[in-house]
């Protein structure tokens, strides 16, 4: 599987795509929004930055999965959010803007916290034999995701009506891409399935349900408004699984380390569905939340962002 065109060419190209389309999304005013909630910042960037490698290190201690297995679920736990999380969020009524910051800043950070904690889990987990993600590969780690990401940018300064009718376009192909290279990831394991799922299935949900509820929870312990608790829970929560398996088909080469992210793609969307019902449902509902009248206050932050961004 791992010498398959779509391994080797079609799926950093595919990302790159993915991440044009995220760059599409973004505006320099996205990374000047931390100065107008810096609280709410600090805390999203904390929680992935921090505390999700620490709890899925926590997790596979306590499960005790095979190693390489191990390196997979801690790069899934260094990957950034993506525009999933901002499409769910969107759905549970959540600060889109908000979301849209996280990411921006998020796969700027990703450059670096991908590398590192992948090289520190490859170490620990004494994978070296098997892995390795020298000075040549993490130069390709920050190409894949910062280029792109900032060609897209480009492309909107210069033409916001083509970033426009891209954006449905692209959020499309990515969806459809990260299902195709996620069930391509699994079919390539496929006598070893069982055994893998019953290794990470447990852990990848555990480490979903855990990383929505730290993100939801934290932020309203820190009293942000509801909007951007739920932006907090998804982007946290939804991981931009496409980086972390092109990082382990294409450059780490290995489809062992895909499968956490693969089997966490597939939970994902189920259970955060599940979890932005459980937490809009206790206020009536979110079919009758949809139909209540914008407020002053929720029209005044739409002004805030281009009228492009709406999609985003």
Avoid at 226 to 249: D, F, R, W, Y
Wanted: charged share 15%; net charge neutral.
């Amino acid at each position: 599987m791992n010498d398959s065109a779509l391994i080797t060419t079609g799926l950093p190209v595919a990302l790159a795509i993915i991440m044009f389309g995220l760059g599409l999304s973004l505006t320099t005013a996205d990374f000047k929004r931390v100065a107008g909630s810096p609280k709410a910042v600090v805390f999203a960037l904390l929680v992935q930055i921090v505390v999700l490698p620490l709890l899925a290190f926590g997790l596979v201690e306590i499960f005790d999965v095979d190693p390489l297995l191990a390196v997979g679920v801690m790069l899934l736990a260094a990957s950034p959010g993506g525009t999933t999380a901002n499409l769910f969020s969107h759905l549970f009524r959540g600060d889109v803007a908000f979301n849209v910051t996280l990411t921006a800043i998020n796969s700027v950070l990703a450059a670096v916290t991908i590398p590192l904690i992948t090289n520190l889990a490859i170490s620990y987990f004494d994978a070296e034999g098997d892995l390795g993600l020298q000075v040549g590969k993490v130069l390709q780690v920050i190409a894949i995701v910062l280029i792109p990401v900032g060609l897209g940018m480009l492309v909107r300064k210069r033409s916001a009506d083509f970033a426009a009718r891209a954006d449905r376009p692209v959020r499309v192909f990515s969806i459809a891409m990260l299902v195709a290279v996620s069930l391509a990831a699994l079919l390539g394991e496929w006598e070893n399935l069982a055994d893998y799922l019953r290794q990470v299935g447990l852990v990848t949900g555990l480490f979903c349900l855990a990383s929505l509820s730290i993100g939801y929870g934290g932020a309203r312990a820190l009293r942000l408004s509801e909007p951007q608790a739920v932006a907090s829970a998804m982007e946290v929560g939804i991981h931009n699984t496409t980086v972390a398996l092109t990082i382990a088909l294409s450059i780490l080469d290995n489809t062992t380390v895909a499968v956490p992210s693969a089997v966490y793609s597939v939970l994902m969307y189920a259970l955060a569905t599940a979890f932005g019902y459980a937490i809009t449902r206790p206020r009536s509902g979110i079919g009758r939340r949809r139909a209540e009248p914008v407020t002053a206050t929720e029209a005044g932050e739409d002004q805030t962002r281009d009228p492009s961004d709406s999609a985003a």
